[in-house]
């Protein structure tokens, strides 16, 4: 392809290069992480830098430290020597799926929920005085104090058939966390188009359903997708915490602390499930990038909320 | 290891997520019959599922729940499911619990009966190094004692009441899930449960030789052997319904013979006991789980008065403890001597006669515990 003619406004990178660099870029990333790693524990101070009796660098011990190669070796042996044992990189990416799966439950049901606040929010004055401050103090209760209330009433709802399981409770409370970037950001967002389009909407005799679907929408986008990542980047945490918190099985949660248990004896094996964390938590944001990608025609710029 | 969460910070929640009301609550838990006439009955155990409670997940794998017409949901508990809040709050038939801990519920309103001591004796340890001079409570003063807090501290301060110290002069570190900050000399003298932390100390490689730690490089001190030993693993149950709850006195007896045969089981067959609970799902590696088994059995075998008879003159002791026990920050566990109906011998009692009928031998008389090899990791 060759560009003949008027000299483009931007010039357009090219795609297959710029590519590649960011791969390279993000290789080189990893690779000085795992070069300071090595490098402190080769050269930092045995009992880590203490500052005014707090640890501010942790210790170069391969208890606490485990070398990076210990942890790679480690992720392809088996996670126990029983015979029916997983290779602990399969386990925990098994365990990182199912996480994955109740946060991604938990992000949609946030979704949901957040843009359906938003949009009463915006319709009625009342409501958004009424209800934005109740959606900010949802947020100040702790984890640890709002999980076992979650599974107490879980535990009770039986309607017919359907009766309550106990990952829904890690996904309620991920979305829980899920929908207040949502709210906050979708209510911004429908809020955002100048009083002169909302007028011209007027002058049609546009519909509310119209206005929104034509103006409030399209303008929301850019405010929603950074909103959307955060409740994605809110609901993995969520989930994982909440594992913990109610004890869940078969989640990278509960591995976490499963396996910290066995720290002792096997510092390399704890930092398994914690790598399978982060693969999730990049996995959850390339997801929304992706949806980012399919709505572009809408990103204008986007918003810093 | 053990649940390690507050209380207060619960019941505070509960009074603001009313607000929030989710409603959909509805049904009475539990023991209605299912079609095929099996009792539903849910058990809250304090912590992830493991050796600790090999007796009942035996129970269910070898149909003794069943075989007493029982269906039953063994229910792990995360950080924050203090099981006899689950308990009481109805979420749960039975649950099991420490007994300080739930000495501190009872006095906080809960209303709950310790209906079979399980665990006859206490399973703490508090280790330091061989050469810190830590040999007994009486060294306590002034050094830096680990402990998970949660409840799981009272021994402590207990058994140091009992010798007269000052439990303000102990700066008391936290723990966390494995015993790094013991063996990178955080703590002097870290907790321990002998089924569990002091084998992990076990299978850990002393970077000093490369070869794993042996016994002779800690001192043990074990609470058993103190004033401030406590009762742990109790099975405890609604006292409400066990007051006026036929039905439920009927299946809290069957609960029990049934426990006590997968109890026996597990004595009798460590290595399947242990095979059990890694198929429920306990992560342990397979010679820390054996490890577990054996230890927990030490702790209920023998038991001359019956598995989960509870001792009087034990429960003494461990209300007595409760009540003379001052944190380093001066707080008390309990103030005043508990109800009556904390606990009772009624259902334990009714559950080993029948079984005694039958011919079961509920003592463990001939209980050996064997011997076990930890290996590195526990693996």
Known sequence: ?305 | MTQRRGRLTTIAALGIAAALALSACSGTPSTEDDGDELTSVKLQLQWLPQAQFAGYFAAQDQGFFEEEGLTVEIIPSGGDIVPQDALSNGDVDYAIAWVPKVLGSIEAGANVTDIAQIFQRSGTLQVSWADSGIDSVADFEGRKIGSWGFGNEWEIFAAMAAEGLDSSTVEIITQDFNMNAFLQGDIDAAQAMTYNEYAQLLEAINPDTGELYTAADFNVISYEDTVGAMLQDAIWADTERLNSDAAYQETTVKFLKAVIKGWIFAAENPQAAADITVAAGSGWGPSHELWMTNETNKLIWPAPQGIGFIDKAAWDKTVAGALSAVNESGARLITTQPPASAYTNDYIQKALDELGAEGVDVTGANFRPISVTLLEGGN
Not at chain 1, 226 to 231: G, S
């Open chain 1, 1 to 305: 392809m060759t560009d003949i003619g008027e000299p483009q406004p931007r010039k357009k990178p090219q795609r297959g290069s710029s590519r590649v660099r960011m791969g390279v870029y993000g290789v080189a990333g990893i690779l000085l992480l795992v070069a300071v790693w090595e490098l402190y524990k080769w050269l930092g101070p045995t009992g880590g830098v203490v500052l005014w009796g707090t640890r501010v660098l942790p210790r170069t011990s391969d208890l606490a430290m485990p070398h990076v190669w210990d942890m790679i070796v480690r992720m392809a042996e088996p996670v126990t020597r029983a015979a029916s044992a997983n290779p602990l990189w399969l386990q925990v990416a098994l365990a990182a799926l199912v996480t994955l799966g109740i946060a991604a439950v938990g992000w949609l049901v946030g979704i949901v929920v957040g843009i359906g606040l938003a949009l009463v929010m915006q319709r009625w004055r009342l409501a958004e005085s009424a209800v934005l401050p109740w959606v900010i103090l949802s947020q100040t209760i702790p984890l640890i104090a709002f999980a076992p209330v979650v599974r107490s009433w879980g535990s009770r709802i039986e309607i017919g058939a359907f009766a309550w399981q106990d990952w829904m409770s890690v996904a309620l409370i991920a979305s829980y966390l899920a929908f207040f970037p949502v709210a906050v950001g979708a209510l911004r967002g429908l809020q955002s188009p100048d009083t002169i389009h909302t007028e011209l909407m007027h002058s049609y005799a546009a519909s509310w359903w119209t206005t929104m679907r034509k103006l409030r929408f399209p303008a929301a986008v850019p405010y929603l997708l950074p909103a959307l990542r955060l409740a994605a980047a809110n609901a993995v945490i969520g989930a994982v915490v909440a594992e913990v918190s109610t004890g869940l099985q078969g989640g990278i949660g509960r591995l976490i602390i499963q396996y910290a248990g066995q720290a002792s004896g096997d510092p390399a094996k704890a930092w398994g499930p914690m790598f399978g964390a982060i693969a999730l938590g990049l996995v959850a944001a390339g997801s929304v990038a992706l949806l980012g990608v399919i709505l572009s025609k809408y990103r204008r710029a986007e918003a810093t909320t």
